[in-house]
C-alpha cells in the first residue's frame, strides 16, 4: 500500500518571477508535490505568461485542469509600461533595435488616443510569439531570420487606463482588461505609433487573470515550502475557486449520480445557461442546462467524502 499523500485537486496560483517560463513553473510544481510526498497529479497551466513578464499564473491540480481551457479563455488584467524613442523586434527589452525616435509624448497626448484603443480593435501579434506559421512557431521563424507574416486577429480591450503612481517623461504605464489572445507588446507598439512615436515594452504584470488576482498569489520561495513539509492545503484554491462566475446547482445524492453516468437530469426550474453542479460541498460537474433539461458540460472524479 502506497504511503504517499493522495494527489491533490484545487489551484495554486504562483506570482510567477520574471524570467521563468511558464512551462518551467508547471514544473516547479510538479517537483515540490513530488519532494512534498503526493501521489502523481495531473498539472497545468491556465494561460502563458511570456519569460520576460510577471505575476498571476494560475496552475491547475488535478481535477481542476478540466477547467483550464476556461481559464485561457477568460479576460486578464495587465500592469505595462511602455519605454517612447526605440522599438525592438521582440517589443521588450529582449530584443535589438529596429526604430528609433526623438518624439515623446505629453501625458495629456496619450490620455487622449486611449480611447482609440479601447473596445474592440484588430492586432497584429508580435512576430516572436508562439502563433504558428505553417507549422513553426513564429519566434522559432524570426529567431532564424525568416520573415514573418502573422494575420491581424481582432481582441477587445474592456478598458485601458493610466497606472497611479509618477511617470517619467520618456515612459508610460498602464492597465489593461483585456480579452483572451490580446497581446501587450503589440498593443504597446500600437499605441507608440498612433502617437508618432515608437516604443517597447520594459515592464509586464499581470495583476488578474479570470477570478483569481494577486491577492491570493503566491511566491517561488512559497510554493517551494511544500517541498520540505509545509501543508499543501494553506496554499491550494478549491476546484470551484476557477467557477466563481458560474451559478451553483445542488443535487440529491440520486441526481448526482445520474450526472456522474452522463444521464441529463428534466424538469429543472432553473433558468438556461452554464451551472456548476455540486453534492454538498463536493464539486460534480458542469452542466448546461437548456429548457430545463440539464447535460453533462464536464465531469469531475472527486470522492463524496474528503479522503
Same mark, same amino acid.
Given at each position: ?7 491533490? $485537486? ?12 511558464? @512551462?518551467?513553473?508547471?514544473?516547479? =510544481?510538479? +517537483? =515540490? ?17 511570456? &519569460? ?12 481542476? @485542469? ?31 533595435? =529596429?526604430?528609433?525616435?526623438?518624439? +515623446? ?9 486611449? &480611447?482609440?484603443? @479601447? ?23 524570426? +529567431? ?21 503612481? &509618477? ?21 504597446? +507598439? #500600437? ?10 515594452? @520594459? ?12 491577492? =491570493?498569489?503566491?511566491?517561488? #520561495?512559497?510554493? $517551494? ?8 492545503? #494553506? ?8 467557477? #466563481?462566475?458560474? &451559478? ?52 469531475? $472524479? ?6
Amino acid at each position: 500500500m502506497s504511503d504517499k499523500k493522495p494527489a491533490p $485537486n484545487g489551484w495554486i496560483i504562483l506570482d510567477k518571477p520574471r524570467g521563468l517560463g511558464s @512551462t518551467q513553473a508547471v514544473g516547479a =510544481v510538479k +517537483r =515540490v508535490l513530488r519532494e512534498g510526498g503526493y501521489a502523481k497529479a495531473k498539472v497545468g497551466h491556465g494561460g502563458t505568461l511570456d &519569460p520576460l513578464a510577471e505575476g498571476v499564473l494560475p496552475i491547475a491540480l488535478g481535477e481542476a @485542469t478540466k477547467l483550464a481551457g476556461r481559464m485561457l479563455d477568460a479576460s486578464k488584467i495587465y500592469e505595462f509600461t511602455i519605454a517612447f524613442g526605440v522599438e525592438t523586434d521582440t517589443l521588450d527589452t529582449e530584443g535589438e533595435s =529596429v526604430a528609433t525616435s526623438d518624439v +515623446r509624448p505629453s501625458l495629456p497626448q496619450i490620455e487622449a488616443i486611449l &480611447p482609440d484603443f @479601447t473596445g474592440p480593435i484588430d492586432q497584429v501579434p508580435p512576430a516572436y510569439s508562439a502563433l504558428k506559421v505553417d507549422g513553426k512557431r513564429a519566434y522559432d521563424l524570426a +529567431r532564424a531570420g525568416e520573415p514573418v507574416e502573422l494575420e491581424t486577429r481582432a481582441v477587445t480591450i474592456h478598458s485601458l487606463t493610466i497606472a497611479d503612481g &509618477p511617470h517619467a517623461r520618456d515612459e508610460i504605464t498602464l492597465t489593461a482588461l483585456v480579452s483572451k489572445g490580446t497581446y501587450i507588446r503589440s498593443l504597446a +507598439r #500600437d499605441i507608440a505609433h498612433a502617437l508618432g512615436t515608437c516604443g517597447h515594452v @520594459t515592464y509586464l504584470r499581470r495583476i488578474k487573470a479570470g477570478p483569481f488576482t494577486e491577492a =491570493v498569489a503566491i511566491s517561488l #520561495d512559497k510554493l $517551494n515550502e511544500i517541498a520540505n513539509g509545509a501543508q499543501l492545503s #494553506d496554499l491550494l484554491l478549491p476546484l470551484e475557486a476557477g467557477l #466563481d462566475d458560474i &451559478p451553483a446547482l445542488s443535487l440529491s445524492q440520486t441526481d448526482a449520480q445520474a450526472v456522474r453516468q452522463g444521464r441529463v437530469l428534466s424538469g429543472l426550474p432553473q433558468s438556461s445557461g452554464l451551472y456548476f453542479a455540486k453534492l454538498g460541498n463536493v464539486p460534480v460537474a458542469l452542466v448546461e442546462i437548456m429548457d430545463g433539461t440539464a447535460k453533462v458540460v464536464r465531469g469531475f $472524479n472527486l470522492p463524496d467524502v474528503a479522503e
